[in-house]
Structures are given as structure tokens and as C-alpha cells.
């Protein structure tokens, strides 16, 4: 599976983005889609996560209310809605997905076996 995350930019507090993560290759059978984010000089942290079986969604409770996990099954894309952006959410933002991963899992970056390359997003204030 290969994994390309897009739609990063710079926009001011109160913004909005979009991401985007388009899944190819072997995309049958995967359980589901992430996104993490890694802000400078910290760990990679969990998002938002997607049961591709299913739909349900989950989030961090730093980004509950304001970014909004979907997808588009037909176009193997899974995107990340970002609204009332604050200079916080600065980090480049990562997709994954795994085909294997539980529940209890998804909140971890080390259960992800696909990862795309990365996206900047930076909020100025």
C-alpha cells in the first residue's frame, strides 16, 4: 500500500484545511486509515482514525469539534477536515494505514505498518 498525504499550507488562526490521503496498491482489506502529527521536538501523536469497515471515527481530544476524519471509498482518499485551525496544530501532519491493527491499537503511530510522506501544516497567529 502506498500512502500520499496533501493539502498542507500555511493559513492563519481561525483557518481551515483540508488534507488528503490517497491509498494505492493494495488497498483491499485494510482496517483502517489515520492521520498523526509531529510538531517540533515532540513525538508523533495521534489525530484522528477511521474504521474503513464500518466508518466510525475517532479523535484526539485536542481536535474533537474542530477536524473532521472521512473518506471517499470509490477514490481510495481519506481526508482530514480541519477547521478554527489554532497556531498549536502547527506540525507536519502523516496518514497511515494498516490492515492488521485492533482497536485498543489505533491510538499508537508504532501499530501502522503504511505511512505516507508527510504534510506541513502552520497555523501563524
Known amino acids: 500500500v502506498q500512502l500520499q498525504a496533501s493539502g498542507g499550507g500555511l493559513v492563519q488562526d481561525g483557518g481551515s484545511l483540508r488534507l488528503s490521503c490517497a491509498a494505492s496498491?493494495?488497498?483491499?482489506?485494510?482496517?483502517?486509515v489515520g492521520w498523526f502529527r509531529q510538531r517540533p521536538g515532540k513525538e508523533r501523536e495521534f489525530v484522528a482514525v477511521?474504521?474503513?469497515?464500518?466508518?466510525?471515527?475517532y479523535y484526539a481530544d485536542s481536535v474533537r469539534g474542530r477536524f473532521t476524519i472521512s473518506r471517499n471509498s470509490a477514490k481510495n482518499t481519506v481526508y482530514l477536515q480541519m477547521n478554527s485551525l489554532k497556531p498549536e496544530d502547527t506540525a507536519i501532519y502523516y496518514c497511515?494505514?494498516?490492515?492488521?491493527?485492533?482497536?485498543?491499537?489505533?491510538?499508537?503511530?508504532?501499530?501502522?505498518?503504511?505511512w505516507g510522506q508527510g504534510t506541513q501544516v502552520t497555523v501563524s497567529s
Open positions: 497511515a494505514a494498516d490492515r492488521n491493527i485492533i482497536h485498543s491499537s489505533m491510538w499508537s503511530a508504532n501499530n501502522y505498518a503504511h
Open positions: 496498491g493494495e488497498t483491499f482489506g485494510l482496517r483502517a
Open positions: 477511521l474504521k474503513w469497515s464500518g466508518g466510525s471515527s
